[in-house]
């Protein structure tokens, strides 16, 4: 290898080094950059997150059906307490799961979605607007009826759910018509007393998918217990001087 090849490599392998350092602290520089976006979204949810969410008890009862194939409607009533009332259009299911087991037993599960914003009321808060939600359901029976044989309709009742095996979960955000104020929610079904359901599988598979269902959930008569958390951003909390 001659000098002047040498001093040529030379000359590139310096050049690169200094490159490297450039880009490595332009890339250090970056990432201590304050996230004005990142800010912003932790900003808007610090005042509602200040204290603890608030939690009520009532009883309702949902009237759930819903389809992989077209939109569905779940329907939730409050009949006493503090809680939610409304009636929303739902999406096709994309992921679900239905699963024979054993002789007898039987679980499905789905998470589904509102096909745009919906109207709701709120005891003790008043109407509003629920402009995010997310459904996820689970539920495990220990007996149901399947009269026309695999892969057709499977019918249980209350008295076939587990014990303690009816998960119904929504999480989104409530907001108040009167004054626009936001309240992340979280709902919480308890232990299912009274009513039914119709699962209809895709196939006959043991474990396969749902194609549609329509489910009952309480009643009038006897309603389930339902937990609800409401974070809320409070305003003139004084401070307190420690004597």
């Known amino acids: 290898m001659g000098i002047a090849n040498f001093r040529e490599r030379q000359n590139w392998a310096m050049y690169v080094s200094i490159v490297a350092l450039v880009v490595s602290l332009a890339s250090f520089s970056h990432s201590n950059l304050p996230n004005p976006s990142a800010q912003n979204n932790e900003d808007d949810w610090k005042g509602v997150r200040q204290y603890p969410p608030l939690v009520f008890n009532s009883s309702a009862w949902l009237d759930c059906s819903i389809s992989s194939s077209e939109n569905g409607r779940q329907v939730m009533t409050t009949l006493s307490g503090q809680g939610f009332s409304f009636d929303a259009i739902m999406l096709p299911i ?37 402009t995010e939600m997310k459904s996820e359901v689970e539920v495990s029976v220990s ?37 626009h104020k936001p309240f992340p929610y979280r709902v919480l079904f308890g232990k299912v007393r009274d009513g039914s359901g119709t699962v209809v599988p895709v196939n006959s598979a043991p474990n396969t998918t ?31 001087k420690i004597p």
Do not use: C, W
Request: proline share 3%.
């Open 94 to 130: 994309k992921s679900s799961k239905l699963q024979l087991i054993g002789q007898n037993g039987m679980m499905y599960k789905f998470d589904s979605f509102p096909s745009t914003a919906v109207k709701a009321h709120f005891s003790g808060l008043g109407d509003g607007l629920i």
């Open 143 to 179: 007996s149901f009826k399947q009269p026309d044989g695999a892969g057709t309709a499977i019918h249980f009742t209350a008295t076939d759910i587990a014990a303690d095996s009816a998960y119904v979960e929504f999480t989104g955000v409530f907001v108040r018509t009167s004054d």
């Open 210 to 240: 749902i194609l549609r269902k329509q489910v009952t959930l309480g009643s009038v008569r006897s309603p389930v217990t339902v937990t609800t958390a409401l974070y809320e951003a409070e305003e003139n909390v004084a401070k307190l």
